[in-house]
């Protein structure tokens, strides 16, 4: 028996380290992973554990959102689709768990996610460059609308994946115990140029959270003020002489975003398109169950099979590019609580920590719980393009550090005692 928990409590590690690399590849094989992962804690640990799960405020809150997508789902004129996605959501939650079980009980797990994505991020930064040089990557996939995507093909998501990796992988940097002077600069430089590389990606959205992340750090962070200047410094020069220098760049994150904006004597929030899915998105809202929305993933029926918004300034798509926007007409006002009160949380307990540092000298939370803050607060930033919330392979991004939070107050209560 023990040699079977332990056999599982290995397999969960080594999958959970995977991860990284699965999510370059897509959603199937990084889903299943999960889905391992999930079934594994649920068969070997759930029922030791539920008791302490059932005293986490953020399990409860969860719980919560999960019956009501249930219920606007089955609630919906679509209910088919829309029911299953619900059902089988709650596997992030248990995934989540799952990962805060694994690093309790095998902590050495940190340190391997740590060079997995060290690993991930050299691979990515090299190809991607090496890409944007000669128009198609070592294996040959040529540029995607002249825009890097390196392994990812036709997904543009390149500059994404790192951005949201950012970090979570300087979090876990904070927690290693053994870090060398030759390790310190070998960190920093990926980090540099990771931001290069979300910079060449033309990735708007994924650029403004990483410097809004950046900023985020500065501020919040416990370094030496010598060491934060001069990594801003070098950043600021860097991306600003891409921006001014790399003529095909430039036009995309400035000009482009400048003409999207305002066209045709018109401001839109974003661009024409964004404009015009947040516009359905609303309507919809307003023409049903304000309380507990349309039902996940039901943005696209409610929209392509109803004429009138297939007409401007409405404009369909599979989801309305927001995350916000998507859960207050998916799961109406209730559902849009959930992320609204994550990002309130998080403003919050940012502001104590800033006003701790700043004028009391005390620090509330350590480098690696800023950086998981930071993460949350780029995930949960309402005025920018999004995915869709319920998408698998983003979920696994959005959960993953959720596991690292479950398990650093596991540690605080430990530690506590």
């Not at 088919?80 to 248990?94: N, P």
């Not at 970090?167 to 920093?188: D, G, H, M, R, V």
Request: glycine content about 4%; some cysteine; charged content about 15%.
């Amino acid at each position: 028996m023990e040699n079977r928990l332990s056999l599982h409590l290995k397999l969960m590690s080594y999958l959970s380290v995977s991860l990284p690399f699965l999510l370059i590849t897509g959603p199937f094989l990084s889903d299943l992973a999960v889905v391992i992962i999930c079934i594994l804690y649920l068969f070997n640990n759930f029922k030791k554990e539920i008791n302490e799960c059932l005293k986490n405020y953020f399990v409860i809150f969860f719980l919560f959102f999960y019956i009501l997508c249930i219920l606007s789902s089955l609630f919906s004129d679509y209910p088919l689709i829309s029911t299953l996605k619900s059902i089988f959501y709650i596997r992030f939650l248990i995934f989540a768990l799952a990962i805060a079980y694994i690093l309790k009980n095998k902590p050495d797990t940190l340190y391997k996610l740590f060079f997995s994505i060290l690993i991930c991020f050299v691979i990515l930064i090299l190809d991607g460059f090496y890409q944007f040089i000669y128009k198609e990557n070592i294996f040959g996939f040529k540029m995607y609308e002249a825009r890097i995507s390196s392994f990812f093909k036709d997904e543009l998501v390149y500059g994404s994946y790192l951005s949201k990796f950012f970090p979570i992988f300087l979090s876990l940097f904070f927690i290693l115990k053994k870090k060398t002077i030759y390790l310190n600069i070998f960190f920093s430089i990926i980090l540099i140029f990771s931001i290069f590389a979300i910079t060449l990606s033309g990735e708007r959205a994924a650029l403004f959270l990483t410097i809004l992340i950046l900023v985020y750090l500065l501020i919040m962070l416990k370094l030496n003020f010598k060491i934060l200047a001069t990594f801003s410094i070098i950043i600021f020069v860097g991306v600003l002489s891409i921006l001014t220098f790399n003529e095909s760049i430039k036009n995309r994150v400035v000009n482009f975003t400048k003409n999207q904006i305002v066209s045709n004597d018109k401001i839109y929030f974003f661009s024409e398109d964004h404009t015009g899915h947040y516009l359905a998105s609303i309507d919809i809202f307003k023409n049903n169950n304000k309380l507990i929305g349309i039902g996940p993933k039901n943005f696209r029926n409610y929209c392509y099979n109803n004429e009138k918004y297939l007409k401007l300034p409405y404009i369909c798509s599979s989801h309305p590019h927001n995350t916000y926007i998507q859960l207050l007409t998916e799961t109406g006002v209730l559902g849009f609580f959930f992320p609204f009160f994550i990002f309130l949380t998080i403003c919050y307990y940012s502001l104590k920590h800033f006003f701790l540092k700043i004028f009391k000298n005390q620090i509330y939370f350590n480098n690696f719980q800023v950086c998981l803050l930071s993460y949350f607060l780029m995930i949960m930033w309402p005025i920018t393009p999004t995915g869709s919330f319920f998408n698998n392979y983003l979920s696994i991004i959005y959960y993953l550090p959720v596991g690292f939070y479950f398990w650093s107050l596991h540690k605080h209560n430990t530690q506590s005692k």
